[in-house]
């Protein structure tokens, strides 16, 4: 499906006026619609390459910029130490409730596009899987997809480093698809196995998937990149939003 990969909107936030970058089909119609959240970097051209992976099966994908407080509108930050440093410190400076607001902000901005049926799905890498799993606690997300959620099973998104997302997760009404590597020394064996417990305990509809693959395995830049996983997380990924946003 051709898709239209340069448009955005600028959405209000309590905190402020956030860009929300769209990819899309490029022919008419109404589509679902999945809410893309990045990794630390913010909207890099690995991003921009992953979302439209997705939306050119047939997905509007909004992708927010959610350190907008305190970047200028249209900041990617590098893939080096310095854009790392300056990634995690805004991650752990912004208040919680400040990502979940832009989260609820973008996912009405979604529901509300012409070129969107209202259906509405999360999918995140990284921080973006974390902030994929919160977006989908609001009850208006059928679906989420999230690859290597960093901070889950730690507490520690946020300014304060003390997130109540395990706490929260009875509130999961989305069916999540959880993706993880077994080589990622930011979400250990340990740590998975909290996460899942939880998702046990609450009874939540999940499915769970671990690989023989480092952390960041789907950005395509990099000596982490597995093309062949990326070819297969694809499949899974729209398999999943098929099933649980068009019902396929």
């Given at each position: 499906m051709i898709i239209l990969t340069d448009e955005h909107e600028d959405i209000a936030t309590p905190t402020g006026m956030m860009r929300v970058h769209l990819v899309r089909p490029a022919g008419p119609g109404r589509f679902p619609a999945v809410l893309l959240f990045s990794e630390i970097y913010q909207v890099t051209a690995p991003i921009r390459r992953l979302a439209a992976l997705i939306a050119g099966h047939g997905f509007v994908v909004g992708i927010p910029e959610v350190y907008h407080e305190d970047?200028?509108?249209g900041t990617a930050l590098a893939y080096d130490t310095a854009g790392t440093e300056r990634g995690n410190a805004l991650k752990f400076g912004k208040p919680l409730s400040a990502f979940d607001?832009?989260?609820?902000?973008?996912?009405?901005?979604?529901?509300?596009?012409?070129?969107?049926?209202?259906?509405?799905?999360?999918?995140?890498?990284?921080?973006?899987?974390?902030?994929?799993?919160?977006?989908?606690?609001?009850?208006?997300?059928?679906?989420?997809?999230?690859?290597?959620?960093?901070?889950?099973?730690?507490?520690?998104?946020?300014?304060?480093?003390?997130?109540?997302?395990?706490?929260?997760?009875?509130?999961?009404?989305?069916?999540?698809l959880f993706v993880w590597g077994r080589q990622d020394p930011h979400v250990p064996f340990a740590g998975r196995e909290r996460i899942r417990a939880r998702l046990?305990?609450?009874?939540?509809?999940?499915?769970?998937?671990?690989?023989?693959?480092?952390?960041?395995?789907?950005?395509?830049?990099?000596?982490?990149?597995?093309?062949?996983?990326?070819?297969?997380?694809?499949?899974?990924?729209?398999?999943?939003?098929?099933?649980?946003?068009?019902?396929?």
């Open positions: 970047e200028p509108a607001d832009d989260a609820r902000a973008a996912l009405d901005f979604l529901a509300g596009h012409p070129g969107s049926n209202g259906r509405l799905g999360t999918f995140g890498v990284c921080l973006g899987g974390h902030l994929a799993y919160r977006a989908a606690l609001n009850p208006s997300v059928s679906a989420a997809v999230c690859f290597y959620a960093t901070d889950i099973h730690s507490g520690t998104l946020g300014a304060g480093q003390s997130d109540d997302s395990l706490a929260r997760m009875d509130e999961l009404a989305a069916d999540t046990e305990e609450t009874g939540a509809r999940y499915a769970w998937t671990e690989v023989n693959a480092a952390h960041a395995f789907l950005r395509d830049e990099g000596p982490r990149y597995d093309p062949a996983l990326l070819v297969e997380a694809i499949g899974w990924t729209v398999a999943h939003f098929d099933r649980t946003l068009r019902g396929a």
